[in-house]
């Protein structure tokens, strides 16, 4: 047989074929009345307790407050598919919007959670999308932090001391605008940064009460260290394309740029692919 005539065979058996189907799309997710919903989580005493906040699109809204709880605050929503939802494992907690991803191009959406956490040692952990975050963590006693998220506008604050040793701050982003500042105050031993091509500020400011070691990981953005004077630091840039600036205080040696001071040491590793990077007080 013709291997014209065959092919036109196939195409209409084909053609007959696909007339029998259809294809259901996914129905769009219609926003509804916004509902506000209370979120609270009964503590453990003084023990640590794990507690992982999953958070899609929206405002997210961190501070101290719970007391004994472990978390007490709210949550503004106007799709169903937000509603939180809340985990519990031993003395490990999850708050998450487990329909968040099975929303369909929404529009109009409202997703405010505004948490207040408990006084209790908490090994925190904050998973987030594309969002609006103003996290105060003063005076919170915080074994590790970690936050990690997409395209954000991230301000987050330690205005008080860390009663506590961190062991370890990690925070991963994407091309983001994110400022940690009092991050003396966290009282960490590690902390670990990474960014794409964002602005990112990194202030220091606060009560260094023990040596910090910073390792910070940055693409083509913006990076600003704000180190006070009088704190012993040290900052290492391995980068050939970044430009870097530093106030009076410091002395450059090669890649290596020294603030003399007393006291505890920070002790900074900087990787960018380029950019800009300043070093000020």
């Known amino acids: 047989m013709n291997v014209k005539i065959i092919s036109a065979i196939l195409v209409l058996a084909l053609a007959s074929m696909a007339c029998g189907f259809s294809i259901d799309l996914p129905k769009q997710s219609e926003p509804g009345p916004e509902v506000k919903e209370s979120i609270t989580v009964a503590g453990t005493g003084s023990s640590e307790m794990r507690l992982t906040i999953s ?5 997210l809204k961190l501070s101290p407050g719970a007391g004994d709880a472990l978390v007490d605050g709210t949550a503004v929503y106007n799709f169903e598919e937000l509603k939180p939802e809340i985990v519990k494992e031993n003395d490990s907690v999850e708050i998450k919007q487990s329909g968040f991803k099975n929303l369909f191009n929404p529009k109009d959406i409202v997703n405010e959670w505004d948490l207040n956490l408990g006084t209790m040692p908490i090994d925190l952990t904050i998973n987030a999308g594309a969002y609006n975050g103003t996290f105060e ?6 074994t590790n932090l970690t936050v990690k998220d997409g395209a954000a506008n991230v301000d987050l604050s330690f205005s008080e001391p860390n009663p ?8 991963e982003t994407g091309a983001s605008d994110v400022e940690l500042t009092g991050l003396a105050n966290a009282n960490f031993s590690t902390l ?12 220091f400011t606060g009560d260094l009460v023990r040596d910090g070691i910073v390792k910070v990981e940055a693409g083509a953005g913006d990076v600003q260290l704000v180190i006070p004077k009088g704190v012993n630091a040290k900052v290492t840039v391995e980068s050939t394309l970044a430009s870097v600036n530093h106030s009076s205080g410091w002395t ?15 002790t900074i590793i900087v990787k960018m692919a380029a950019g800009n990077l300043t070093i000020t007080d």
């Open 55 to 59: 958070f899609g699109a929206g405002t």
């Open 252 to 266: 450059q040696n090669g890649s290596d740029y020294t603030q003399d001071g007393e006291g505890s040491e920070l």
């Open 192 to 203: 670990m940064f990474s960014g794409g091509a964002g602005n990112y500020t990194l202030d």
């Open 164 to 171: 506590i040793e961190m062991s370890i701050l990690r925070y």
């Open 137 to 142: 963590l003063g005076g919170l006693s915080l």
